[in-house]
Structures are given as C-alpha cells and as structure tokens.
C-alpha cells in the first residue's frame, strides 16, 4: 500500500486541473482514517457525506436528487424502509434502473469511497470460475493506475473509450455503451451506460424499448 508522502508527491505531479480532485479524494481518505480511530461508523459516516455532496451538487445544476426519490416507496401504504442490497462483493455487473422494490448500492470512486444506490435490477456479467482474469481486473489496473491512482474523482472521454475497450475485449462490445451525457455522474465503479440490445445466449433478454439505462458497476478498488 502507498504511503501518504508517496501519494502525495503523486498528487503534485499530476497537471494542475486534476490535482484539486485528487487533493480533495486524499482529504476525504484521511479523514475516514481520522473516523474509523475516534470509533465513529465509517459506512454511515460515509454515506452521509456523500448525501450531503450529492444534495449540494444537485442543488447548483437544478436536477432532482434522485435518492431522495428512491427512498420514498412506489407503495405510500408500506411504512417499512425500501430493502438496501450491498454490491460490495458481487463482482462485475449491470444494473437496470427498474421499480423493483429494492435498492441496489455499491462503494464506488476509488479511494473517495462513495456509495451510490438505485432501485433497480442487478445483472451479473462475469463468472470469476469461467474468466479469472475477467473485466473487473482490467478495470481495476486502469483506475489505480498512473492517470487516477485510484482517485476516481472525475470521468472523461478517455475514460470512456477505456471503459468501452475493456467491454470489447471481454465480448460486451455492441451490446452497451458509455452514456455520454452522464460522464458527470460516472466514475470507478459506478459508469452509467446505454443498454443497445438483447444480449445473444447472454444474461438478459426482452429489457426493450432499446436504448434503457444502466449503471455499470463493480468491485471498487478500495
């Protein structure tokens, strides 16, 4: 594992329109650190930032916040909370945003630990018995490598078009691409895409009218 000073000096080299993200992703892992030893709960304490990150972030582009939503049955008559399902070991796979009665959630970002969720349905689409050496390894050598360190604060084109080549390389290609238009609300772990078509002999059928939102999603790297 990286130590701080090493970290940091990887920080300073980076350009200077990235080193603020990165600068404040290292901020909020030391400060979970600082968390985690005055005995607090790191997973709540996380997920209220992150909230509250999203509130405000919503707030200055004027869109809904649409965990607000969420949480808020289909059913006004259930009084019981919304069931939560945690991704954190699920491995690599689609979630289509559906009224399904169920929130899926994921640690995501990298190192900036955020926990996104969304009631849907979860897809699998890696068999770590059949392919070890699956998609997931691959996206995790490119978010912890030189251009993010696994400070995935941020999402760009070039993200997207590696996303999309790892797709190709394990037999996706065609069948999903990145959403363009939320590369804003993308990063590691959580990569909203277009779902094209029924995939052939695969794990989903009939999920038309086509293109449907999806969220790609998959261990995070912390």
């Not at 895409?193 to 912390?222: C, E, F, K, M, Q």
């Amino acid at each position: 594992m990286k130590s701080f000073d090493d970290t940091l000096e990887a920080v300073l080299k980076r350009p200077a329109e990235e080193r603020a993200d990165l600068a404040m992703a290292l901020l909020s892992s030391l400060t979970m650190k600082g968390v985690q030893a005055r005995g607090e709960d790191a997973l709540e304490f996380q997920r209220r930032s992150y909230r509250n990150r999203l509130l405000s972030q919503n707030a200055e582009r004027g869109v809904p916040n649409y965990r607000d939503q969420l949480e808020e049955p289909e059913d006004k008559s259930r009084t019981s909370p919304v069931p939560f399902v945690h991704l954190y070991s699920a491995g690599f796979g689609l979630l289509v945003p559906w009224p399904s009665g169920l929130l899926y959630g994921n640690q995501t970002g990298g190192y900036w630990c955020n926990n996104p969720a969304v009631e849907s349905v979860f897809i699998p689409l890696w068999d770590r018995a059949e392919e070890p050496e699956g998609p997931e390894a691959d996206l995790y050598a490119y978010f912890t490598g030189p251009k993010h360190l696994g400070y995935c604060t941020t999402f760009h084109e070039s993200d997207a078009s590696e996303v999309e080549r790892i797709l190709d390389a394990h037999r996706l290609g065609g069948l999903m691409e990145v959403d363009r238009t939320r590369l804003a609300e993308s990063h590691e772990a959580w990569v909203h895409v277009a779902v094209l078509r029924d995939a052939p002999h695969g794990p989903w059928s009939d999920l038309g009218p086509y293109p449907r939102p999806g969220i790609l999603t998959w261990g995070n790297s912390d």
